[in-house]
């Protein structure tokens, strides 16, 4: 619906982190920076910029603390965001100047033992270290915002039921995360599941801490999903350039919602996301130039902005 | 959401026609029938198998009359239709068995022109010679499908104003159309506007003469244009195995939604479609081995069905 004065929906750029960590090479940094520059002068007001890994186990993220200072210096107007699966990741993260950092917490179990390498009990754990870290920094802290993987499902575990994923966003919100997120990361989801899941964990956790959805396209039901998230009032989105990424854990999986396809579909419907989708689409090609081997996606992209085509008022 | 009783979705699977039209190679009339048998064996209850058009024009359809009659014999439980632009197409079709007849009318002047060769005007006049013919057999006589095409927007003429299509639908309905259906001909579509559309030709045609939907994927909305749909109450839809199909009119253009993750989707949603999805799949092989020229596209045959996946009961 075209409304008179159009509402925001934030669109986060996650491809510098969660699109990069499985491409088969490693960007440098330099075209990583040329990458991210080209998307913030597309209008993106949020990125997830690095991963604080280990270098040995993710040579993709070697670099997160010179991308992260980076970009923080280069682009004072964006939300600069960073991963981190641990406190010692979370410590490097914010000495590198990210204001928000993620820390995944997987529903499955399995799963959070192969991403993190620890149980969820210990994930959640963990979590509570990062949280009393941060709250001991007081004014100008990084904000903390719990990211449950595989709320939709699990290529592992199978089918994540509902009801362990509202009580661990319980959990989540009472150990004090300033944000609870919810990640398709396998992106097995459908609309029916998004939105009871949005309205129960939204429920839970309150809506204004209530993060950003971080849907995958693997079953091509991302865009459906985000339909169905914004019928309940969800405004805001992760997303990633060419739909890079993928999961280890899903074979034939192709990444992120592509963020081209969502600011389409957004904008077509009436919501303001600041991004100018000609300037995204230039974008791409930074991306391509600075990772010639990866094979980008986006149907956007492929046919052409259409002489149709309405950005939001 | 899951119902107790599933209820039931149409998929009409148009490759054989929509899908072809557009291919580089001809398929052979013996790949054809494997491909229909195949579809017909996962429990495609409909099918739009051949387009009545000139052979010159179209050599990918100079055996219509081959294809149409053999499905009849062969897939006696299947409806099968067929395409065709004008009165002899029509009779044609009819005449080897079609048993559903799709007539397309532009909404776009511009786009009708190019397609038939005729303008709006006189496509509807065809349309009338069209139906007064099929009135004329009496019972077991055919029916007749106006689809209007270009109903979304049009790449030759730019955005089609709504109250135009609902206006042309009226007409199209006064004329006699036992169905009035609505085709994103260059896949422009957005949730909000076939939520309005669907709603207004539904209120003007009457819920029980309104036709499939007809999506491209073009820029990747298909199945957010689904989810609208059948929120408006829409229960059947067109597809084609493997998203094949392409308009000449759109450049870049990926072809018609693909059946086999509208497939997904609407049984995900807990909506029976009386298809079985892996056998679906299967017939991609089939698909593949009589046009082996062609890139199928699909993103559930390219990740392979989750552990997640439920069939509606």
Known sequence: MRRTAAERVIVREVGPRDGLQMAKAVMPTAA??????????????????????????????????????????????????????????????????????????????????????????????????????????????????????????????????EAEVVALAAVLAEAGADVVALADTLGYAAPGQVRRLVRAVSA??????????????????????????????????DAALGGLGGCPFAPGSVGNAATEDLVYLLESEGFATGIDLAALLEARQVLAAGLPSETLHGRVAAAGIPRTYQAAA
Chains 1, 2 share one sequence.
């Not at 210990?122 to 915002?145: D, F, Y």
């Not at 801490?209 to 998230?229: C, S």
């Open 204 to 237: 839970e956790v309150g809506a204004d801490r209530f993060g950003n959805l971080h849907l995958h396209d693997t079953l091509g039901m991302a865009m459906a999903n985000v339909l169905a998230a914004l019928e309940e009032g969800v405004r805001g989105f």
């Open 32 to 161: 990583k920076r040329a990458w991210i520059a080209a998307m913030a002068g597309a209008g993106l007001s949020e990125m997830e910029v690095a991963s604080f890994v280990p270098p040995a186990a993710m040579p993709q993220m070697a670099d997160a603390a010179a991308v992260t200072a980076a970009t923080r210096a280069a682009h004072p107007a964006l939300l600069v965001v960073a991963l981190a699966p641990n406190l010692r990741g979370a410590q490097d993260a914010a000495a590198a100047g990210a204001q928000s950092i993620i820390v995944p917490v997987s529903a499955s179990e399995a799963h959070s033992r192969a991403n993190v390498r620890r149980s969820r009990d210990a994930q959640v754990a963990e979590l509570g270290r990062i949280l009393s870290w941060s709250r001991s920094l007081g004014e100008g802290r990084p904000r903390i915002e719990a990211g449950i993987s595989t709320a939709f499902g699990c290529s592992l575990q199978g089918a994540v039921p």
